[in-house]
């Protein structure tokens, strides 16, 4: 069996493989994502397995959109995780082929119907003193305007977290080249 990232304790191996061994009975395709067993639908994310220090289990990337009528799933993360829930196992005892099987077929069907939770925008505010660059500057504005989303945040950032607003307006010189350029505030280190 090949090294499992998420069986760091090592504690689990015939637990796991158990798991393996009933999703395989499934029409899921299996892969490697993140140094685990990822096993997916149609090129999705459905589910991975693990073991941790006191639990081993599977978790549904989708898994907020299951019944779950059993009460067995969890969020092991409230305040970051929106979609994926929890199955946790203690022991092989534990361990329901029929009732795993069930989870994942709905599983499956959620996938198929495309249900997702949205992603949260990030409304990105511009702060003024490079709003008024950005209006004096044509050229400026259009570069700014063609970096992603999240390269303009970079950006926005790095100003606003200056206290001083002379600090602010030094940085804000540092990164008109950079934007000119069409270079993000963070590229040499990607």
């Known amino acids: 069996m090949e090294e499992n990232r998420w069986n760091k304790t090592n504690q689990w191996d015939n637990e796991i493989e158990r798991l393996h061994a009933i999703i395989r009975k499934t029409s899921l395709i299996e892969t490697t994502k993140w140094g685990g067993p990822v096993?997916?639908?149609?090129?999705?994310?459905?589910?991975?397995?693990?073991?941790?220090?006191?639990?081993?289990?599977?978790?549904?990337?989708?898994?907020?959109?299951?019944?779950?009528?059993?009460?067995?799933?969890?969020?092991?993360?409230?305040?970051?995780?929106?979609?994926?829930?929890?199955?946790?196992?203690?022991?092989?005892?534990?361990?329901?082929?029929?009732?795993?099987?069930?989870?994942?077929?709905?599983?499956?069907?959620?996938e198929e119907k495309g249900f997702i939770i949205p992603k949260e925008k990030k409304e990105t505010i511009i702060p003024e003193i490079l709003k008024d660059e950005l209006d004096k500057n044509i050229n400026l504005n259009t570069k700014f305007k063609s970096f992603s989303p999240y390269k303009q945040r970079e950006f926005i950032e790095h100003i606003t977290s200056a206290k001083q607003e002379k600090t602010q307006l030094a940085r804000l010189e540092k990164i008109i080249p950079m934007i000119l350029e069409g270079k993000g505030l963070n590229d040499k280190y990607r």
């Open 39 to 110: 096993y997916t639908h149609n090129n999705k994310n459905v589910l991975g397995i693990g073991g941790f220090k006191s639990y081993f289990g599977i978790w549904f990337y989708n898994g907020v959109f299951l019944k779950d009528e059993k009460k067995l799933l969890i969020n092991a993360n409230e305040e970051n995780t929106k979609s994926l829930r929890q199955m946790r196992f203690n022991s092989v005892d534990e361990i329901d082929e029929k009732l795993i099987l069930a989870y994942i077929k709905e599983a499956i069907e959620i």
